[in-house]
């Protein structure tokens, strides 16, 4: 599949781009999508959730009543999870969420989340670029000469750039990811999805 390459100001520059339909044509896999996104949002979770257990709190070990002759159930310590200020039964402890995904699953799972892109058409293919400083601005007004402000954007760029990185910032739907990095939560959390020129030789080498 052949796709237009457009500049910063919007503009049809007439070059065009070959697509690896071995990496942007696939049959998708629903499932490994689904597993790729919860293992992402996994690794999110901080999982320092924490309640203290009878045996970690702290107070008198003595007797609350006698054991027999009240009518009532028996009762042997304060830090009972039945009274106030008892420790929690089964409470939360610290844990990670994570768990292991085969390294094809994930291949697969963000081959299809490009096919997809590309199907929907959803991938705009832009020349690389360079800022000189920091400007929101000016990045702001790259997204609305390629018609896409207001949506949810992910730029794709070859390497680092910290201008770029720094323009993008403070824009609540814009992120900046690099090639070596793309991950399919990401892909398919945007609207649309930017790609750098120079990034689909990295992203083709690196899936394929």
Not at 70 to 96: E, N
Not at 101 to 109: C, G, H, R
Not at 184 to 207: A, M
């Amino acid at each position: 599949m052949n796709l237009s390459v457009f500049n910063i100001k919007g503009e049809d520059t007439g070059k065009k781009v070959k697509l690896n339909d071995a990496v942007f044509k696939i049959e998708p896999s629903d499932h490994a999508i689904y597993l790729d996104v919860k293992q992402y949002l996994a690794n999110q979770r901080q999982g320092t959730h924490k309640s203290k257990e009878r045996s970690e709190i702290k107070g008198s070990t003595r007797k609350v009543k006698r054991q027999k002759g009240t009518g009532t159930a028996r009762m042997g310590s304060l830090k009972s999870p039945l009274l106030r200020g008892g420790g929690r039964a089964f409470g939360p402890s610290p844990r990670d969420y994570g768990f292991k995904l085969n390294k094809k699953v994930k291949i697969l799972a963000r081959k299809s989340a490009l096919t997809y892109k590309v199907k929907d058409k959803e991938l705009i293919v832009i020349e690389d670029f360079k800022l000189d400083a920091p400007k929101t601005k000016f990045y702001r007004e790259i997204l609305k000469n390629l018609s896409v402000d207001g949506n949810k954007t992910l730029l794709i760029v070859s390497e680092t750039d910290k201008n770029i990185y720094l323009s993008s910032r403070n824009l609540q739907k814009a992120t900046v990811s690099t090639a070596d990095t793309l991950n399919t939560y990401d892909v398919l959390n945007s609207d649309k999805l930017l790609v750098c020129e120079s990034s689909l030789e990295i992203i083709e080498k690196i899936l394929n």
